[in-house]
Nanobody, 126 residues
Framework: QVQLVESGGGLVQAGGSLRLSCAAS????????MGWFRQAPGKEREFVTA????????YYADSVKGRFTISRDGAQNTVYLQMNSLKPEDTAVYYC???????????????????WGQGTQVTVSS
């Protein structure tokens, strides 16, 4: 089992920045691929970004490429999502997820992630 706890969400103006954190426990963090997904009201959950178990491979949705950065800290068992140049359309609940399978490249499919956090709200005002 893996427990994931997100933090760092909040209200920010368009053009601003936020950093989300996701603390993992319960399983060897270094063996987990980690991803971020988001869900806006009335929409399906969508992939944002992911990093593989080693940190060597990352993958971004086109909508956030160049603005968001995922990183992981093995010493802290934490994955981060740095979000810059935020737009109102980034408003959503952001979920952290863990994939225990050792894939060379991180997955963008939510079905591949076995563990999920409770989510943190990000609201970007125009």
């Amino acid at each position: 089992q893996v427990q994931l706890v997100e933090s760092g969400g909040g209200l920010v103006q368009a053009g601003g920045s936020l950093r989300l954190s996701c603390a993992a426990s319960g399983r060897t963090f270094s063996r987990l691929a980690m991803g971020w997904f988001r869900q806006a009201p009335g929409k399906e959950r969508e992939f944002v970004t992911a990093v593989n178990w080693s940190g060597g491979n990352t993958y971004y949705a086109d909508s956030v490429k160049g603005r968001f950065t995922i990183s992981r800290d093995g010493a802290q068992n934490t994955v981060y999502l740095q979000m810059n140049s935020l737009k109102p359309e980034d408003t959503a609940v952001y979920y952290c997820a863990a994939d225990p399978n050792s894939r060379r490249s991180p997955s963008f499919q939510h079905d591949d992630y076995d563990y999920w956090g409770q989510g943190t709200q990000v609201t970007v005002s125009s």
